[in-house]
């Protein structure tokens, strides 16, 4: 007899379901989120189990490596692309849990890609990096908000790399106000430090594979972003063409259409936002260091907004990676750009 199993994941609790090959519920429990729980109640139908689908929450790690530690066949629930029968008049977990066994077991469930355990924890503290570099920008930008607010004065980075709590006692009389900017002072120059040991770290345990070595040579993207890339895209196999990376890398606008007319738009948020980020800031570079790549966003920047210029330039970026990376090429600005 061949089961299929479907888990639908919360915070503090899991509900499984195992159904048969035709569809008919053989187990149906809440538990816990213990893994020994799990593991023990699957056990008497282990040899059974066909496969496991698990919803990709922000808690899968611990079950979905346990389940494959186990030595079951684990997918994991692309949520964003699953859609129930829209007549369902009431749903509950212990249906969202049926159905994602239903799904495996008619072949129509939608994937999402399980990152090799070993290498998603460096991921995961580029993540955390990325995350660290976002507040010392917001902490920078205060520190600007206040100069300006108080004095009318208009400081730069370079500047404010160079404050010190004497010279902000000498900029401002009132204490409240010392006593604000020397916060984010500290919380900046804090953050500074924690940003620079984990680039450390990350520059010592990783190395860019061969295929990612030739990203460097394109203009924007350095080492930091080169590593993002390839931690983030993992195997350049798993996407069919071209136009399936970029829209993983966001870099593909929404569109639906009727009758060759644009009746709204859908998710422009599928796909993943550290990639997205990691062109928009290549393209940000290669504006400034590429002759052509300028003149290619000055053309856009003619007819439509600054960021619409900017994506475009990301969109020019992702799509020239992907054959870089495929291919095993060098980057051609003229042919991508021309």
Partial sequence: MKLYGGIDLHSNNNVIHLVDKNGSNVLKKRLSNNLPMILALLEPYSDAIEGLVVESTYNWYW??????????????????????????????????????????????????YIYPKEARMARDLLRKRLQLVQQRTLNLISIQGLYTRHLNIRLNSSKIKQLTPQIIAQNFCDSNVQLAVNGNLAVQQCLTQQIKSIEKSLKQQLKLKSEFIQLTSIDGIGIILALTIML??????????????????????????????????TNAKNGNKYLAWAFVEAANFAIRHNETIKKFYQRKLAKSHMMVAKKAVAHKLARACFYVLRDHVEFDAKKAFG
């Fill in 63 to 112: 079950l979905v490596d346990g389940l494959m530690e186990a030595g079951y066949k684990v997918h994991l629930a692309n949520t964003a692309a699953i859609q129930q029968y829209s007549g369902l008049k009431y749903g509950d977990d212990d249906s969202d849990a049926n159905w994602l066994a239903n799904m495996l077991r008619l072949n129509i469930l939608p994937e999402g």
């Fill in 232 to 265: 983030e895209t993992g195997s350049i196999k798993r996407f069919e063409n071209v136009g399936n990376y970029a829209s993983y890398c966001r870099c593909v606008s929404g569109a639906r259409y009727s009758n060759g007319k644009k009746k709204g738009t």
